[in-house]
Each structure stands twice: as C-alpha cells, then as structure tokens.
C-alpha cells in the first residue's frame, strides 16, 4: 500500500515537505474560462490546481492531508486527477504552500504567484454575475503568461532558494522523485547496467539534486525543455535507493517495489547477476 514504511520520526512539519515536492512534480495550474450551466453568452473564471497520478491511494492521502478530504478525485485514462477548483477549494491549496513553499524552482513559484494574484481579483466579488473594472483584462493577462509558461518552459523571474534545514530538502526531492523520478536496470552491451533519473523543466530543483548529493550528473534535453539529474554508478545507485527506501522515504507504490528490487539485485551483485 502506498504510505507503507513511512518512517514515523521524522517531525510532522519536516515530512510535510514530501507533499510539496510531489505536487510541485505533478501539479498543473490554470485559469478555466467557461460558460455559465444555464446557457446564454455570458462566462466566468475559475482558478484550478490538479495533481494527477496512477496512484489512487497516494492521492487520496494527499487529499486528507492537505486540504480535509476537500478535493475531488476523478478517473482518467491510465490515472486520476485530484482536482481543487474554484473560489472556495483553491485557497487551501495556496494556504499549504504558504506553510510548506517550494523550496526552489522558478517555474512553479511564478505559477503560484500568478495564481495568487487571480485569487486577489476574483474574491473581491460580491457577486459572480457582476464583473470588476478590468476584470477580464487583469485574468486574461494571468491566463496568457500561464500559457507561456507551458510553452517556453522558461519562467521570467528568479526566486530566491528558500535557505532550510536538510530534512525538509530530503523530504521536499522525495516528494520530487515520486512525481518525476525513474529507477531500475537498462541494458549496456551484454549487461543490465543500474540507473536512477529525475527529470523535469525546473533547472533549479536538478542543481538542488546534484548540490544535496554531490553526484550525479545534470543533462538538458532541448526537444522537451527538460532538465535531468542522472546517476548510472552503482554505489551512487546504491545510496540513493537507501536514501529512499529508508531515510527520506517515497510513497509512491510502484516506486518503492522499484527500489526494493533495485537493492535486492545491487546488494547480491556479480557480473552474471544483472546479465541478460
């Protein structure tokens, strides 16, 4: 079960930070413009913060977690979407970042700020059927820079690294390899050789592998936009699967049997035992 193994001492405020990071991995941002259910040509604005993964325990607990159950969890192909929308459910999710910020990445900190800024123009309305001055100006602005985001890849301000303790870093890229990690044995010649990858478009969360480790190696994909931290040296393997298994450990299920098998094979290790 997902959630299985999750070590109990680690403070409660520390391990909160694995929450954020595998929102900051899965999470998408947006503002729905859509019409009104009861037909005619007038629309409205709503602010929207979905998670999506595979894993409907992990985002049930998620969901308890960090927003009391307030959610709504539905079925996708090849997942589900965990989905907090409109006025009244987004606020939560801005409240727990608030508690728990990313601990860098300016991407995802832009996406929170544009979404923040939706939130002060929207709340200031009395009723939903009379609009602002300038409404639809100001949100089709913060409509038009999230699309830019998604495109380029690419944020337009810096963000400073948020300076905390290495506890929260564990928890916060544990959260991040759930969400964007990938783990196991690929081939080499004659051989299965070991790997462990994180991939996605923020650079400052890759540094953030490489600076907490002291290994690994950063590559930049230009096709995708995507930055990916990557280790195939078995003792680094090695370390980082203990690291996950046991210090800072994932929830995700497929992952941690990932890992698990991993560890068996590492820690029995002969050349015939990773041959094809």
Known sequence: MSGDNVSSAGNQQETMYYYCGFMVGECSICLIKAKHKYGGSGFYFTPDFTVSNADLILLKRINRTIADGRGVITSIKGGYNLSFRGKSKVPTVLAFFDRYPPICGDMIQEKLLYLRQAMDILLQKKNCNVRLPDEVTMIEALRQKLK??????????????????????????????????????????????????????????????????GFGSKYYRPAQKLYQYETGKR?????????????????????????QKLQRILNDYTPRAVRK
Do not use: W
Request: glycine share 8%; net charge positive; hydrophobic share 35%.
């Open 148 to 213: 830019e985001l998604k495109i380029n890849g690419k944020a337009g301000s810096k963000f400073p690294t948020k300076i905390i303790s290495r506890t929260m870093i564990g928890y916060f890229l544990s959260g991040i390899v759930d969400a964007e990690g990938s783990m196991g044995f690929r081939k080499c010649g004659k051989y299965y050789q070991p790997y462990f990858t994180v991939g996605m478009r923020e650079e400052a969360i890759i540094d953030l592998f490489q600076e907490f480790f």
């Open 235 to 259: 003792e680094n393997v090695s370390r980082l699967t203990d690291f996950f298994l046991h210090d800072y450990p994932l929830m995700l299920s497929k992952n941690r049997k990932r890992l």
